[in-house]
């Protein structure tokens, strides 16, 4: 095997992604302190106890179905390649890269990482987790653009709320144009389209199976991940379902284009602009028991699980490597 030469771009994008993070949160952080600096700590107090117990528990079985849903996608992916690992080193491994991903930032580059370590040891070749990453990434994309188009095709007025870009007429025939075009990748599937082939890399139309699989589990994962808002908002202004997950596509999208580790005041900054009807400090109320649930819980347990996963494969290569022959 020929010597491969150090990529220049790699080493550069350490730095970059996290200088643009950083100013996503800074420039973030700024506009977010225009719309709250009305708003007391004792006011976001009081909105973090009138949360109710049952509202807390809604929550987190929330959480719950949206980190399955997660799962998920790496099962998709592994039947997609036609691989066979065992389910819940699946789900394990699916938990760990989302859960760290989402709070570090660049989720592309840091899920990659995790996945690499952990699908290489069982025997996945480096092609194949490249088609397992882009897949889950198309998967998250595909329940985007499906729930966005369906969301201004019954609430129009969503965009509106982000700004003047649209009139009613031209959001529904966005939210068509989004829907169609997942209409026509699913229509690909069942014409069989041929192999994609460029040099040595080649990439098989997802199988109606695996699409189908695609439509049901990237909406569920997102309608689950913005129902921990809505169950946390307050009824008193609250503008109803489609509106707060539209708002909350719009903030996870940001947040991830963004590279801010954990979408910090990008997040904040879009669901307090886009629910204007509602009380900030019970917006960020909602959004404090969001990343709590979401994002701090799951990273402290990935942590462990990454820990916990180096130790076995360093005991492993004490085991498997050769023990020296005692001179007589």
Not at 13 to 25: C, E
Not at 282 to 308: G, S
């Amino acid at each position: 095997m020929p010597d491969q030469k150090p990529d220049p771009s790699s080493g550069l994008s350490k730095y970059v992604w996290p200088v643009v993070g950083l100013a996503a949160v800074t420039f973030s952080a700024w506009l977010l302190y225009g719309e709250l600096r009305s708003m007391s700590a004792a006011d976001l107090w009081s909105s973090i106890q009138a949360i109710s117990l049952k509202d807390w528990v809604l929550a987190i079985l929330a959480t719950l179905v949206a980190y399955a849903a997660l799962a998920g996608y790496d099962h998709i992916a592994l039947l997609h390649l036609r691989r066979r690992v065992d389910w819940r080193f699946v789900t394990l491994c699916s938990f760990t890269t989302y859960a760290l991903s989402h709070n570090i930032g660049a989720s592309v580059l840091s899920g990659s990482v995790v996945r690499y370590r952990a699908y290489s040891s069982r025997g996945l070749t480096g092609p194949e987790i490249g088609v397992l990453i882009g897949l889950c990434s198309f998967t998250f994309a595909l329940g985007v653009v499906l729930l966005t188009g369906l969301v201004l095709i019954v609430e129009p007025e969503l965009m509106d709320r982000m700004g003047d870009f649209l009139p009613l007429k031209a959001s529904t025939l966005l939210g068509a144009v989004l829907v169609g075009a997942v209409v026509l990748y699913a229509a690909g599937s069942f014409l069989r389209l041929r192999t994609l082939e460029i040099g040595r890399l080649k990439l098989e139309y997802p199988r109606p199976g695996v699409v189908a699989r695609q439509l049901l589990i990237g909406p569920l994962e997102l309608v689950s991940a913005a129902a921990i808002l809505y169950f946390a908002l307050p009824e008193a202004g609250n503008p109803g379902f489609l509106i707060v997950l539209g708002v909350f596509l719009v903030s996870f999208s940001a947040a991830l284009l963004s590279h801010a580790p954990g979408g910090l005041g990008v997040i904040e900054l879009v669901m307090v602009v886009g629910l204007p009807e509602m009380a900030p400090e019970d917006v960020i109320a909602a959004l404090l028991l969001f990343r709590l649930l979401y994002l701090i819980i799951p990273f402290v347990c990935a942590l462990v699980v990454v820990v916990a996963f180096e130790r076995s494969r360093l005991v492993q290569r004490r085991q498997q490597s050769p023990r020296p022959v005692a001179r007589s």
